[in-house]
């Protein structure tokens, strides 16, 4: 009797081990207020702005045991962290932001190329990008939301007519225009430039109406919901945080029950993917369950996807029963990304403080994305926390 | 998940005819009614507690409803695993008399790891009246199964009952797990 007793609370014992261990490990989510956040939030900015060309170029990249600057650069991650930069003006309305935004915006100006009536940029002597110029045109979109300025309204055309020439009648979205040839490159798409574009149309449709631009990102986002994974030969559905926050400014009528359901499912991606990052603390035996705390980027990306999303829970527009879950990923998220973050004390003693304060890194090294993707995520999150403090 | 999966999972997790293989008998080779029915209403108590009190144990565990429903449907899947590599339990010693109900029909019979994670996942998510309601269709028939006398029902009929209750289970582990990645 003794003997089997033994047996069985031996099996429970080993079960319940085993499913803490490796299954549901705590999930941490550190207590955080808004002013913390908020302090994060101006860290990252911090690094963004304060390592920032006088050309408009930011610091790429930074690789702390080696005490190396990276010479790569990237012209979607340009953009997309002028973007960034955008948002948080919008989000905090300090001057300094835009006039860094802008600045990364010069650079890209610098670079422009128009063909028949349209407008992109590219490093010089590239083919075009769509998703580098996606995330420009989101961006001047955001800025022209948050000043109400109209002086960039006829580039935003002129992007926007690349992006649609880009297009493909299903709402598919060639990634690159080839300058040799002069035409889109064709067959090729990409992963991110799908939906960057599909919100960038979306974003421009709102801030110039009646041009023809919302309808444009529509069908993007239509072809993202029905058949993108599939016809570009995805074994698994794209978590596309663009998509997200396309559907988050897509006008709240115009929402039918394909794109909610795909708002739904991207919801669903990025809560589980927070849920498992909340599980990481890269220590001991859950590093070998559950590896180093992920790439900021990748943190970021889930974080700024259900962030955008969760407009459409505050509004009720299909979402509204996901609320709770999904501030409570959101708010985790600013809980371990402020932990996870270099503070200025944990700087000081580093070969080059101003590389690394504000910075997250992963195993090491801390790149320009990175920050972007999670300051953004950090703006989403800074709403929910001042609404639950008002 | 709704009541009929709910349902299902408990069916599942209980195994009414697994469980019959290896409860204590009477000399008319019948399930002993009393003990079954006390040792049931043990299972029943055990899963109202887990899944009452599933929020605060599982904001003590700090882990989310959404994720422990992933470990729910791995569990219902080693399970699975179980009844139908082993699909006859080992006989168990018996406490004498009435104690027969609490070893070995309440525990280690009735009372399994499944049901534990069950209980505590459907508890946070679908609430303790629809738990509740499940538990009481499989522990209802764990009984029903046990008033059948085991000579007009042959082992076999059993074992086989038992495995094709075991893909009931699964259909609930499947279920679980992929509402469990899906979640927010």
């Known amino acids: ?390 | 998940m709704n009541g009929i999966l709910l349902v299902v999972a408990y069916l599942g997790g209980f195994n009414p005819a697994r469980a019959r293989l290896s409860v204590p008998e009477t000399d008319g080779l019948r399930a002993r009614p009393g003990v079954l029915a006390a040792g049931s209403l043990l299972a029943f108590g055990a899963v109202a507690a887990l899944a009452g009190w599933s929020g605060p144990i599982l904001e003590a565990l700090e882990t989310s409803p959404e994720t422990f429903r992933l470990a729910a449907g791995i569990m219902a899947g080693l399970t699975v695993a179980l009844f139908i590599v082993w699909p006859r339990p080992a006989t168990e010693p018996e406490l004498a008399g009435w104690k027969a109900a609490l070893w070995p029909v309440a525990f280690p019979r009735l009372v399994t790891p499944v049901i534990a994670t069950l209980a505590l996942s459907t508890g946070a998510s679908d609430g303790v009246p629809g738990s509740l309601i499940g538990a009481a269709v499989g522990l209802v028939t764990v009984n029903l199964v046990g008033l059948v006398p085991r000579r007009e029902l042959p082992d076999r009929v059993l074992l086989w009952a038992g495995r094709m209750t075991a893909v009931a289970l699964m259909i609930t582990a499947v279920f679980l797990i992929v509402d469990g990645i899906r979640d927010v």
């Not at chain 1, 801030?207 to 919901?225: C, F, K, N, S």
């Not at chain 1, 973050?341 to 304060?357: G, H, I, K, T």
């Open chain 1, 1 to 390: 009797m003794n003997r089997r007793l033994a047996v069985h609370l031996s099996v429970w014992i080993a079960a319940a081990a085993v499913m803490r261990i490796v299954v549901v490990p705590a999930e941490t989510c550190p207590p955080v207020t808004a002013g913390q956040v908020r302090n994060t939030i101006d860290e990252a900015l911090g690094w963004i702005i304060d390592n920032l060309g006088d050309d408009g170029r930011y610091l790429y990249g930074y690789d702390l045991a080696a005490d190396r600057v990276s010479p790569s650069y990237n012209s979607a991650r340009h953009a997309g962290v002028t973007m960034s930069l955008y948002q948080a003006y919008e989000a905090l309305g300090d001057p300094a932001i835009l006039r860094a935004g802008d600045r990364g915006l010069s650079y890209m100006l610098d670079r422009i190329t128009t063909h028949d009536n349209w407008a992109a940029w590219s490093e010089p002597g590239a083919d075009l990008p769509v998703g580098a110029n996606g995330l420009l045109l989101a961006g001047l979109a955001l800025r022209r939301r948050a000043t109400g300025e109209p002086r960039h309204d006829e580039l935003m055309g002129g992007v926007a007519r690349f992006l649609v020439q880009q297009q493909e009648p299903s709402g598919a979205i060639r990634s690159y225009w080839d300058r040799a040839a002069e035409a889109p490159v064709p067959n090729v798409y990409g992963p991110f430039a799908t939906g960057e574009a599909a919100w960038a149309l979306v974003l421009t449709g709102v801030q110039l109406p009646g041009e023809g631009w919302l309808e444009a990102g529509l069908r993007t986002v239509d072809y993202i919901a029905a058949e993108r994974d599939r016809a570009e030969g995805y074994l698994a559905r794209l978590p596309d945080h663009w998509a997200a926050y396309a559907l988050g400014d897509v006008p709240f009528e115009m929402l039918d029950s394909d794109r909610v359901f795909l708002a739904r499912r991207l919801a669903g991606y990025f809560g589980m993917r927070l849920r498992f990052e909340a599980q990481r603390t890269g220590e001991g035996i859950n590093l070998w369950v559950r590896w180093y705390p992920g790439p900021p980027a990748g943190v970021g990306t889930a974080g700024e996807g259900i962030a955008a999303l969760h407009n459409l829970a505050v509004a009720d527009a299909g979402l509204g029963d996901l609320r709770a879950n999904i501030e409570e990923r959101m708010v985790c998220l600013a809980g371990y990304m402020t932990e996870r973050q270099v503070s200025a004390a944990e700087a000081a003693v580093l070969p080059r403080p101003e590389l690394a304060r504000g910075a997250w890194f992963y195993r090491g090294y801390t790149q320009m994305d990175g920050q972007q993707h999670v300051l953004s995520a950090l703006l989403g999150a800074l709403r929910v926390l001042e609404g639950e403090a008002a």
